[in-house]
T-cell receptor, first 112, second 115 residues
Framework: GEDVEQSLFLSVREGDSSVINCTYT??????LYWYKQEPGAGLQLLTY?????DMKQDQRLTVLLNKKDKHLSLRIADTQTGDSAIYFC????????????FGQGTTLQVKP | NAGVMQNPRHLVRRRGQEARLRCSPM?????VYWYRQLPEEGLKFMVY????????ESGMPKERFSAEFPKEGPSILRIQQVVRGDSAAYFC?????????????FGPGTRLLVL
């Protein structure tokens, strides 16, 4: 079945880079997504990558996709305390209906 | 253009009562998805609806849960005879066309607490 796995926790110092990793199982996914959730809030789409791309950069965010290993990562450069949140990766489920399969989320803690 | 609206934001129910959660999609969006987030977990898909149609309810529990998206008005997720295990955050998302190519926009969620 479709499954998305993430490490649960990451702690970095302000100014360092953060790398959040994710593995997925459905090789037919067309898009893979990164969402950010701050405490008590909804999900904010950060970025997404089309499955035929290897990399996408958007300001401080870099997404790397290794389709062979079904591995997705999100790198945040110059991490700030405001980046502290839970980060979810998600893949679109088979059937192209827009249904998303989420990982369990990685809590990013940024220490000053 | 207002974003996805959900109400109430917080809902407290006693065991056995009914919970009604409302979701108003973004203007121009006719596709709605409901997800449930249990404490310390990721979001799990529940149901996908278009106006007046349920397209995919594979993530919805077979009993006590129902969803609708009428021609007029918000989408409603209804939970009958709530139990403590229903305590969770319920998020809806909307998109214009319901394909993987479209970005889903999420609402702020309804946090349900069952006492």
């Amino acid at each position: 079945g479709e499954d998305v796995e993430q490490s649960l926790f990451l702690s970095v110092r302000e100014g360092d880079s953060s790398v959040i990793n994710c593995t997925y199982t459905d090789s037919s996914s067309t898009y893979l997504y990164w969402y950010k959730q701050e405490p008590g809030a909804g999900l904010q789409l950060l970025t997404y990558i089309f499955s035929n791309m290897d990399m996408k950069q958007d300001q401080r965010l870099t997404v790397l996709l290794n389709k062979k290993d079904k591995h997705l990562s999100l790198r945040i450069a110059d991490t700030q305390t405001g980046d502290s949140a839970i980060y979810f990766c998600a893949e679109d489920a088979s059937g192209n209906t827009g249904k998303l399969i989420f990982g369990q989320g990685t809590t990013l803690q940024v220490k000053p | 253009n207002a974003g996805v609206m959900q109400n109430p934001r917080h809902l407290v129910r006693r065991r056995g009562q009914e919970a009604r959660l409302r979701c108003s999609p973004m203007k121009g969006h006719s596709h709605v998805y409901w997800y449930r987030q249990l404490p310390e977990e990721g979001l799990k898909f529940m149901v996908y609806l278009q106006k007046e149609n349920i397209i995919d309810e594979s993530g919805m529990p077979k009993e006590r849960f129902s969803a609708e998206f009428p021609k007029e008005g918000p989408s409603i997720l209804r939970i009958q005879q709530v139990v403590r295990g229903d305590s969770a955050a319920y998020f809806c998302a909307s998109s214009p066309s319901g394909t993987a190519a479209e970005t889903q926009y999420f609402g702020p969620g309804t946090r349900l607490l069952v006492l």
